[in-house]
């Protein structure tokens, strides 16, 4: 704007002062405004620090929060993953064969009577076969955080990373790793 125009707005707001009155500051104006700026900073350091602390605590006296109950699969497979990879990439023996495919791939858990056929010792999983056997449990751990309901698309009934056929391999894959897993439980230590 031209120097003109600025003095003229000028002299009419002196004239009839301004439209609102002229601004009222407070004498505590800066102090004011530090508390202002303190308290905006402290509730955005501080926002859910209660729960922070609450579920804190309840890790240290139970071992799990609250949170880790209201979704305790995802909480399991969570904690048990890192612990099957671990073990997958170094053991030092493996396990017991406990189960047959029949010709179908359907998983046939033997009895006691049917591992112990001979005198001998029992047939063993080679390190190859014990590997894949882990990878399979460990799939079908990783399986239910891939598909959790916010990758699921509601108007296909798919999950987002998954064709309908991609999706029923992945879905008998997981239930194969569950199988044995359930066989398998106490053959995971090292």
Known sequence: MSDKIQKKIAELMSEYGHPFGDPVYSKYRPIEEICLFVSRWYYKLT???YFKVKYFIQRQIRGYDDLDKWNAAWYIARKA???LTAMRNSFHGTSIKWHRE???GN???LTKDEVYVDDGAPPAFTEDEWRAILDDIIYAFQFPLDTDSYTFNDEE????NYSQEKYEAAYKRYK??????SIYYMNLWD
Do not use: Q
Request: charged residues 25%; without cysteine.
């Open 47 to 49: 926002e859910g620090l």
């Open 81 to 83: 993953i890192p612990v």
């Open 102 to 104: 029949d010709r179908f």
């Open 107 to 109: 998983i046939i858990e």
């Open 157 to 160: 009934g798919l999950f987002v």
């Open 176 to 181: 194969r790793g569950l199988k044995l897993f």
